[in-house]
């Protein structure tokens, strides 16, 4: 090899040599790229599959809440139904009175055209037969002239009467007439709406059936409420705990000390004599409770009494209004004080017809029985509590005969 040959290797194998770092970066650059891009694909990933568990997290956070949203729109249609009724039965009451007025003015002016048809035919005869003008005029006695003449005169006002009377019924007739048509139309449109919303209704229904039959026939679901529904009945005695507190604060009674005997005057007397607040039978027990079918475990802290939906609920006992409103798992709730640590409580309402601050007697009624806040149709759910405990209300109601 000449010396020239070998110089020019040298010289391209500095090259390749010296190059080579520069054709390698743009090899790790590429890599560098490949593995970002994945890294964001991943993390794209993740975050699209933590927004899919977020949201079907949020679509089955509460099985109560999906339940109660839906019974609240139920429970609003229903009494915007209830109202329409009213409004229909009004204008049908205002529709009777108008027709009975109709009627009593159609024969009162029917009255009026026959006076009036009676003095059109005398008048006639007495023109036809010329003899006005000639009574008047007849004698020499202006005494006797000047009563035929006030005669006349009276005649003539009672006919003009008898036209003001006959025009007046018949304007107070087309009066009442064109406002029965105008009830008539707002009757029509009273139904067509109550009609939309009866159909509201049915679909609110038939959601709440399906969510309901979901909670009776799947495991999950009905775990998941039972956990729910545990929760709530925690809340509700937290919450009369402070309710307690509260009237305690009002009245400036100290809380008690150690255990209490349970008073022997007012409400406390009454065990086993109190009167049932609703018309009905128990059908769900105070204490402990196996589901049959999931053998899920729960303690319920009252009775629900099966009652017609309508019936009216009832205080068991002269108290004082201390909640009324919605709670979460016991749907319309009211909370009666009834002094010395006693309260009573009735859930599932539908109409509540008190409010707080309000004074009741002993069977006044506060309330309709509902289904609201129910798993199982109208019942009315009553519990009896003694410094915020639960007592089995069984033991307090008077037994039927």
């Not at 589901?291 to 068991?316: K, L, M, Y």
């Not at 749907?331 to 309402?349: C, P, Q, S």
Request: with cysteine; aromatic share 6%.
């Amino acid at each position: 090899m000449s010396p020239l040959t070998r110089t020019g290797l040298l010289v391209l194998l500095s090259v390749v040599v010296l190059a080579a770092p520069a054709f390698a970066q743009p090899a790790k650059k590429d890599d560098l790229q490949v593995e970002q891009r994945r890294l964001r694909d991943t993390q794209k990933q993740l975050r699209e599959q933590r927004e899919k568990a977020a949201a079907a997290r949020k679509r089955e956070v509460s099985v109560v809440a999906e339940l109660e949203d839906c019974e609240r729109r139920l429970a609003d249609k229903q009494r915007d139904v209830r109202q329409l009724d009213q409004r229909v039965k009004q204008k049908l009451g205002d529709l009777a009175a108008l027709r009975g007025e109709i009627e009593t003015l159609g024969r009162e002016r029917a009255a009026r055209e026959e006076d009036l048809a009676r003095r059109l035919r005398a008048i006639y005869k007495v023109h036809a037969q010329g003899a006005a003008l000639p009574l008047i005029l007849s004698g020499d006695d202006p005494v006797a002239r000047a009563v035929t003449v006030r005669h006349l005169a009276r005649m003539a006002t009672l006919d003009a009467r008898l036209i003001q009377e006959y025009r007046g019924v018949s304007e107070t007739l087309e009066d009442r007439s064109a406002r029965e048509e105008a009830r008539q139309r707002e009757l029509s449109q009273l139904r067509a709406e109550a009609r939309r919303s009866e159909l509201e209704v049915d679909r609110e229904a038939a959601r709440r059936r399906v969510l309901l039959a979901k909670v009776r026939d799947e495991r999950a679901y009905h775990e998941r409420m039972v956990g729910e529904l545990s929760e709530s009945a925690r809340r509700l005695e937290a919450f009369i705990q402070e309710l307690q507190a509260r009237q305690r604060r009002l009245a400036k009674v100290p809380p008690p000390k150690g255990g209490v005997e349970t008073p022997r005057t007012g409400f406390g007397t009454l065990r086993g004599r109190l009167p049932w607040p609703t018309d009905g039978r128990i059908v769900a027990t105070f204490g402990a409770q196996v589901h049959p079918r999931f053998g899920t475990r729960t303690f319920r802290n009252g009775v629900d009494i099966e009652a017609g939906e309508g019936t009216d609920v009832a205080s068991v006992y002269p108290g004082h209004v201390v909640y009324t409103g919605w709670f979460k798992g016991y749907g319309n709730l009211i909370i009666l004080d009834h002094g010395h640590d006693y309260y009573t409580l009735y859930a599932h309402v539908a109409d509540i017809l008190v409010k707080e601050g309000d004074d009741v007697k002993q069977g006044q009624r506060i309330g309709t029985v509902g289904d609201t806040g129910s798993l199982t149709g109208a019942r009315l759910y009553f519990e009896v509590r003694f410094q915020g405990k639960p007592q089995d209300p069984a033991e307090w109601l008077r037994q039927k005969s």
